[in-house]
């Protein structure tokens, strides 16, 4: 099974500043034929569903505001707010879909400063 | 609109099977492509993927979950069924039936969740 390390557990970011998440898997994700790595991006807001923000480890889902991206490639991925909004404050979780299981990540809790 | 929703038991007793239905709307899990999952999120803790299934019937589990967990579809495509035995507290938790972007592999829409308590 492919064991997905984010960090840090929790985060606490100003408002306006950048918040940066990182995620580490086990094997690499990235998929030869298409150059692709399988890692997505979560949010989630309490007693809500997770909402999916980023697939292919950088494309933006629809909707999804600029100030979300994701980088990284292989094993090493990162997840960045750039100005951190109230609205912000959630559970952000990575998920490699590349083979099952398709494990998560533990989460980070991001909070304001 | 693709909509999901998750229905079954609010609570069952240690040692039952937790049986849930997935109610699909706005796509069929009978068209060629088409992928759903299950994931899990105990209270407090992370989520934790348990199971897909294919348009063609094409199955995968959990590693440490899949002598306990079978998941199903119905001959129309348009439920999703996942059965849990030997029910324990430790499984409590907020079971959420995802769909799976056809081709991709991510997952894009995810129904609200339904909450099951494991307690005698």
């Known amino acids: 099974d492919i064991v997905m390390t984010q960090s840090p557990d929790s985060l606490a970011v100003s408002l306006g500043e950048r918040a940066t998440i990182n995620c580490k898997s086990s094997q690499s994700v990235l998929y030869s034929p298409d150059n692709k790595s399988y890692l997505a991006w979560y949010q989630q807001k309490p007693r809500q569903p997770p909402k999916l923000l980023i697939y292919?480890?950088?494309t933006r889902e629809a909707g999804v505001p600029d100030r979300f991206s994701g980088s990284g490639s292989g094993t090493d991925f990162t997840f960045t707010i750039s100005s951190l909004q109230a609205e912000d404050v959630a559970l952000y979780y990575c998920q490699q879909y590349y083979r099952p299981p398709y494990n998560f990540g533990q989460g980070t809790k991001l909070e304001i400063k | 609109q693709v909509t999901l929703k998750e229905s079954g038991p609010a609570l069952v007793k240690p040692t039952q099977t937790l049986t849930l239905t997935c109610t699909l709307s706005?796509?069929?899990?009978?068209?060629?492509?088409?992928?759903m999952s299950w994931i899990r999120q105990p209270p407090g803790k992370a989520l934790e993927w348990l199971a897909r299934i294919d348009w063609n019937e094409d199955k995968f589990y959990n590693t440490s979950l899949k002598t306990r967990l079978t998941i199903s579809k119905d001959t129309s495509g348009n439920q999703v069924v996942l059965t849990l035995t030997n029910m324990d507290p430790v499984d409590t938790a907020t079971y959420y039936c995802v769909r799976i972007r056809p081709t991709y592999y991510y997952m894009d829409v995810w129904g609200k969740g339904i909450t099951v308590t494991v307690s005698s």
């Open positions: 292919w480890a950088s």
């Open positions: 706005g796509f069929s899990l009978s068209t060629s492509g088409e992928r």
